[in-house]
């Protein structure tokens, strides 16, 4: 008997790249977007389907529920919007959201203060706003994009976002906009994370640990030590150590 295929997904990344291009087709058209396709990062065509569209001559917002597929994702089933408004600055900016958290701690790739939203998803965003405002004829115009995230401070209790200086909601994640169920590499990812973070604000140690449990088991031992000292690493013990074994880079960020 052939074992059931996996699903795959979307990652709010993508999800948020769709808002951002169905609400800036709103504004410039002054009407409803029901769906809209966009391209992810590995040249794949992928179609959304709008929940909400709102509008008016001076903004326009539109949202729609994130599917992780079959992956237990924190996210899946989120409400994402973007709402968005034209700005002279000839610039693509990103402002804070309900529900996307605020980096907190340097050591991310983002700087402190920053809305959340990883550098991939940023870039794909600025790429379909830019080719929409080409398409209509107003290049010259700079963008203003706020993304929420409904309940994005209640998920972000279910995630690491806390430890590593990712305040009050969610990231906006996704280096393909695609998400692989039971994929091993988000959680490989956090690990690096959680890394760069201890070491970007000089942590006296760094703790390796399988999980909350041992985590509290230490910390009742080394009571001073912050919340970033301590590194999850899963069942990807293997990983961490050869990341700690070789120099790992860090971003800087103005």
């Known amino acids: 008997m052939d074992t059931p295929k996996l699903k795959y997904g979307y990652t709010t990344g993508a999800c948020a790249t769709a808002c951002t291009h169905a609400a800036l087709l709103s504004l410039l058209k002054q009407e409803n977007i029901s769906h809209v396709r966009i391209d992810l990062p590995q040249k794949k065509n992928v179609l959304f389907h709008i929940k909400e569209c709102n509008f008016d001559p001076e903004k326009a917002s539109c949202s729609t529920i994130k599917d992780a597929g079959d992956d237990p994702d924190v996210t899946d089933q989120a409400e994402i ?41 940023r870039d794909m965003m600025i790429q379909t706003t830019q080719n929409i405002l080409k398409k209509f004829g107003v290049s010259q115009k700079g963008v ?24 009050n909601g969610i990231s906006i ?24 973070v201890a070491l970007a604000n000089a942590s006296p140690e760094l703790i390796l640990n399988s999980g909350k449990r041992s985590e509290q088991l230490i910390h009742n031992s080394l009571p001073k030590l912050p ?15 050869n990341m700690l074994s070789k120099p790992i880079p860090l971003k800087r960020v103005n």
């Open 81 to 121: 919007t973007a709402e968005l408004c034209l700005n002279s600055s000839q610039k693509i900016l990103f402002l804070p959201g309900k529900g996307v958290g605020i980096v907190s701690l340097p050591g991310l790739e983002l700087p402190i203060g920053e809305p959340a939203i990883n550098p991939k998803p």
């Open 144 to 167: 203003s994009i706020k993304i929420s995230v409904k309940d994005g401070e209640k998920l972000t209790k279910r995630t690491l976002n806390e430890r590593v200086g990712i305040r």
């Open 173 to 196: 994640l996704g280096s393909t906009g695609i998400v692989t169920p039971f994929s091993t590499s988000s959680y490989i990812a956090s690990i690096r994370q959680g890394i760069q």
């Open 227 to 241: 919340p970033y000292a301590f590194v999850h690493y899963g069942n990807w013990l293997n990983e961490a150590l």
